[in-house]
């Protein structure tokens, strides 16, 4: 009887965390309003060996720009999760947009790489955080960013080129990571290009005219 019990109650407590772990996505778009963190914290406190209530906890956090505690939530789902990639790189993705660029960062954005090489979501990730953060990244945390970059331009240069030109970072990629991926003769051309947008009647074709701004 106290087996069955004991079941009951953590099935009891897993269907409640995952009703409040519903309300506390909409803490994904709305990540400033009381209720959805109320909501993440108790799906979290009730399922405290879930990845993912955990985790959507410490985004929650994140985007509240509360580091710390967010750092803590995600401490607690790698406590259990620790061979997760994608957790791994959340956490990287997470420390940054918080301004915590220190050895925590270094260290997740680092067995992000290791764990997941190939995976096209987690190097993606690490990619852009790269583009977006370079400036902020000590020189180790560079060489991880550079191993994700190299992985997204020889998966597919033309979708990862055409990327850079669309979501804005072909500048900060062109002034900071290009030359160590042999990538300086494209950006002098995208330069080139660049200079023609601005000429009256003298568009190149493509879209970087319209996208690069």
């Not at 309300?23 to 879930?50: D, F, K, Q």
């Not at 925590?104 to 690490?126: I, M």
Request: hydrophobic share 45%; with cysteine.
């Amino acid at each position: 009887m106290a087996v069955a019990g004991g079941v009951a109650v953590l099935a009891a407590a897993s269907l409640a965390a995952s009703t409040y772990g519903r309300l506390a996505e909409r803490g994904l778009t709305e990540p400033y309003a009381a209720r959805p963190l109320a909501a993440a914290r108790i799906a979290s406190s009730l399922n405290p060996w879930s990845g993912p209530a955990q985790a959507l906890h410490g985004w929650i956090l994140a985007e509240r720009k509360d580091g710390p505690a967010s750092a803590a939530a995600y401490r607690q789902a790698l406590a259990w999760h620790p061979g997760d990639p994608l957790l791994w790189s959340e956490f990287a993705l997470a420390l940054a947009r918080t301004g915590q660029f220190g050895d925590e960062l270094l260290l997740a954005t680092a067995r992000a790489n290791a764990l997941s090489p190939t995976s096209p979501t987690v190097q993606q990730t690490l990619a852009t955080m790269g583009l977006s953060y370079w400036a902020r990244g000590i020189p180790a945390l560079r060489q991880q960013w550079l191993q994700s970059l190299r992985f997204e331009l020889d998966r597919d240069p033309e979708a990862f080129r055409d990327r850079l030109i669309k979501l804005g970072y072909w500048r900060s990629y062109c002034a900071q990571a290009a030359s160590a991926l042999g990538e300086q003769p494209w950006c002098d051309g995208v330069q080139e290009q660049f200079l023609r947008c601005k000429q009256p009647g003298a568009r190149p074709g493509g879209p970087l005219c319209d996208w690069a701004g």
